[in-house]
């Protein structure tokens, strides 16, 4: 769950409708335009976007079709003063876009596994590279209403560019791209270090590896998620486009730690558990991870500025990493 602080100022868009009983199809096609526009619901018929110009176009032209086909409807826009918060509103829109990314994502993994199964150049192929396609545009329709950048988009994003990589390699269909050089481990000193605002569990994670294993002296610095471009001598973590993010089924913490060459059995464990609460795919499955996730939501919840999340999370990754090590041995 994002847990950014939303101004208060924040403005919504509610509409507010009533449909008519018959026929049944009409209330599948309001919902349906509901879902494309990115619309959630706070109550049964009323439904909320954030104020801008777009915005309150597609909510006139839904109330348009709704009044159309028989039903009533208004939008106005709304300040939330007492009972539904601006922060639990933005995070409905989070909890709704990351459904739509772990679909994708659950999508795509399905489909990397039909490739490994598959041989190349066949009938078997050529439809998974359709539907890695599809899943690519899908993505971009997400993308285009998650209006407060939904941590999932990561996630589902590296494993489409994984899969269309591997597509393509097998293919032979595009000359091969320059890689990024990887960083050595001696490049990761005396960097300023850049996040996206609003950081959870894998940021945090990042941010603690770094400070206390890669430079003790390390900048962080927190910038918005989309468009920054970085400075000379900055590394951005957990990014679109960072140096160092997720990397197909890959959390960001645990390719950090493959950057920066760094074999320690019990920050591995820590990795795993942080790839399992970011990426909900209960792949390690380790039994402290419930309990480590409420504390770093707990952490979050407590604190809305970024450095202070980080200042209490480092204890937290502290216990852990000496229990792992008590642990084994």
Known sequence: MKTDAVPAERRWLLLIYQLPSKPAYFRVKVWRRLQRIGAVAVKSTVYALPANVETQEDFEWLLKEIVEGGGEAMVCEARLIDGLSDSQTHALFDAARDEDYEAIAAETRALSARREAADTATDE???????????????????AIDFFGATGRLSAESLIAELEQALAKDKDMVEEQPKTPSLAPADL????????????????????????????????????????????????????????????????????????????PALQAIAEIVHDIDLKDAKFGHEETPGIASLIAGICAANPQDEQRILHGGPVFDNLYQYFRARRG
């Open 189 to 264: 000193k005396g960097r300023i270090w850049v996040t996206r605002k609003g950081v959870h569990v894998d940021r945090i994670a990042c941010s603690w590896l770094i400070r206390r294993f890669i430079d003790p002296d390390a900048t962080i610095r927190f910038a918005p998620g989309k468009g920054y471009v970085p400075n000379p001598g900055e590394i951005r973590f957990d990014m679109f486009e960072g140096e160092i993010t997720h990397e197909g089924d890959r959390c960001s913490l645990e390719v950090l730690l493959a950057m920066a060459g760094i074999a320690d």
């Open 125 to 143: 192929t050529a439809e998974i590279r359709s539907q890695t396609n599809r899943l690519r545009k899908r993505l971009a329709e997400i993308a």
